[in-house]
């Protein structure tokens, strides 16, 4: 574990704090005017490999061979020139800072960052982190990677779950939540259930790799869920005509894929990072990489009774209560976290997959 202390004094500005995964979700802008939780778990912090934050420079200002040094791949509207390595926390992890008055601007109902460095050391006044919880964005606290430094806690290091460990834990994502709006209609509530933001993002990013993985041709997933998910959007952008590629769930405590797989759905760690990766004979059929909760509610859906049940509890029923609702609109994959993966994909180079990246945007309203 790590505390993360300020650059100029050495001030403690967090508590002890776990690395793990940055999560998909971390740039995602969702609806309007949408109040959206903290980001990350209490006692977790998760760093940005790319740059971040202003300045920021236009595509046609940058020399081709930089992109590509960046691993970018197709054009994009703007790409910044910050530092990379910001380390994002959450809110309440934070220690010994105070808000700076006159950075303090947001677009709507919060702070948004936009400004700058909101959060300066209380014990020397140096500039650290930005507090964001402005609508439509996760709320988290950015630590700024020039101002803070890691120091080791000694003695609290404990050595990353294993994939059994995982499945014994058992911990999925739902794919339905209630969604909050920082202004609800004058009568009624100011939520309603919809599809999970966090299954959105994931989705979008897994849709790229899909795309990758399908080399031009259908794409068939399993049914169900996952169905639900991505079908309706790989029918509209791949073609009919040619032999479909199967992609089908694989990883810890399912069974072992069948060799002609071409796709595998698998999880990704989420402390390490690390894909899930198959034994041989289907080690060469192409990864998928969705959050481990995600990645589990698909393969291992919690069951659910047509009713509530009385009297006492029976043998194998985990719970009782009815299911959440079910939205009901169409399941979209972020666009923005779509395209963001896509770019960065050196498949993209390739003429039919650029074609359907440009494609995707014309009927963004129809896909998304």
Request: glycine letters at 8%; charged letters at 20%.
């Given at each position: ?41 209490a006692g977790t912090f998760a760093v940005e490999p790319e740059p971040s934050g202003p300045p920021w420079r ?47 601007g947001g677009y709507c109902c919060g702070l948004d960052g936009a400004d700058g460095p909101n959060l300066a ?248």
């Amino acid at each position: 574990m790590f505390v993360f202390v300020c650059a100029g004094c050495g001030a403690e500005l967090t508590a002890p704090l776990s690395q793990v995964v940055l999560p998909v979700h971390t740039h995602q802008k969702y609806g309007n005017g949408i109040q959206l939780p903290v980001l990350m778990e209490a006692g977790t912090f998760a760093v940005e490999p790319e740059p971040s934050g202003p300045p920021w420079r236009r595509w046609e200002e940058i020399d081709p061979d930089e992109l590509a040094a960046r691993g970018i791949y197709a054009p994009v509207h703007v790409l910044s020139d910050g530092a990379p390595g910001a380390i994002v926390i959450a809110p309440g992890d934070v220690r010994g800072t105070a808000l700076i008055p006159e950075k303090c601007g947001g677009y709507c109902c919060g702070l948004d960052g936009a400004d700058g460095p909101n959060l300066a050391c209380e014990t020397c006044g140096l500039p650290v982190a930005s507090r964001i919880d402005d609508c439509s964005l996760w709320q988290a606290v950015w630590l700024a990677p020039d101002a803070v430094r890691r120091r080791r806690v000694d003695g609290t290091d404990a050595a990353p779950l294993s994939w059994a460990e995982l499945v014994a834990q058992g911990k999925g994502t739902p794919a339905f939540e209630p969604i909050t709006a920082w202004d609800g209609p004058r009568l009624g509530l100011n939520h309603w259930w919809s599809w999970s933001p966090r299954w959105e993002a994931a989705a979008g990013r897994a849709l790229a790799h899909l795309l990758t993985a399908s080399e031009g041709r259908p794409v068939t997933v399993p049914d169900g869920l996952t169905e639900e998910v991505f079908q309706r959007v790989l029918d509209t952008l791949l073609p009919a005509g040619p032999p479909a590629r199967r992609a089908v769930l694989a990883g810890p405590g399912l069974p072992a894929p069948d060799a002609d797989v071409d796709i595998l759905i698998v999880p990704v760690h989420p402390q390490t990072g690390e894909t899930w990766a198959p034994p041989s004979p289907a080690a060469s059929a192409h990864p998928v990489p969705l959050p481990f909760g995600v990645w589990w509610w698909l393969a291992f859906p919690e069951p659910h009774l047509p009713a509530p049940a009385s009297g006492v509890m029976p043998d194998g029923v985990l719970r009782d209560d009815p299911p959440a609702p079910h939205p009901c609109s169409l399941f979209r994959p972020d666009p923005g976290i779509f395209w963001h993966t896509l770019v960065r994909l050196p498949a993209v180079r390739n003429q039919w997959l650029r074609e359907i990246l440009r494609t995707s945007r014309r009927t963004r309203a129809r896909l998304f």
